[in-house]
């Protein structure tokens, strides 16, 4: 773990997991849990296939999806709240997923990135570290209204990375138009838990 007080920049290395994230918003007291999941809860294993692949996902056929596609899926969720939880540190940040773009280091992997130096975002996500995501609809602490968020899994189903689904800036629960719709179309697509296969972006 590294915090480079020049640059603002602070990155976190979670089993299997790596990401960074800039700009801290608040901070939890305890790291987030692992649910376990319900016997009804549906599922689905979607196999990464290369980043040209046409193909299309849909749960009743069968046909198979890729990393890239549900991330670029998750990019009309619009405002929201990356969150990394180390367990022993909490580091969150609000933006958007727009302007995403992938980058391979030699020697370590393709990465997932969102940085944004005017809001002081500076996000990465190694892809091959990646084996699946929760999708989960929960109830506010705060108020009475609903919230969504996607949980990213590594190997070992611990969660590496989170985003949550942000309202309005200044409200509570009020989210923008077209956000909850985005969020259950990542639903009914991909159901409430999905696993991918890695070895595309082995190294």
């Not at 611990?158 to 179309?185: C, I, L």
Request: proline share 3%; glycine share 8%.
């Amino acid at each position: 773990m590294a915090f480079t007080a020049s640059t603002l920049t602070w990155s976190a290395v979670v089993p299997n997991v790596v990401v960074s994230v800039a700009q801290s918003h608040r901070l939890c007291a305890k790291p987030v849990k692992l649910a376990k999941l319900s016997v009804g809860r549906q599922s689905r294993v979607v196999p990464i296939r290369a980043s040209n692949s046409t193909d299309t996902f849909d749960a009743d056929t069968g046909a198979t999806a890729n990393l890239k596609e549900f991330l670029s899926d998750l990019k009309n969720v619009g405002r929201v709240r990356l969150i990394v939880n180390t367990g022993m540190g909490v580091l969150e940040s609000v933006t958007t997923l727009e302007g995403l773009f992938y980058h391979t280091l030699p020697g370590k992997g393709e990465y997932a990135n969102v940085i944004k130096a005017e809001e002081n975002v500076d996000f990465h996500l190694l892809l091959s570290s990646v084996s699946g995501a929760r999708l989960v609809t929960g109830k506010s602490m705060r108020g009475d209204f609903p919230t969504y968020t996607i949980r990213f899994l590594n190997a070992e189903k611990e969660v590496g990375a989170s985003v949550f689904v942000m309202w309005k800036p200044g409200t509570m629960g009020d989210y923008d138009n077209g956000q909850v719709d985005a969020y259950q179309s990542l639903v009914s697509k991909y159901a409430e838990e999905v696993s991918f296969a890695t070895t595309e972006y082995d190294i």
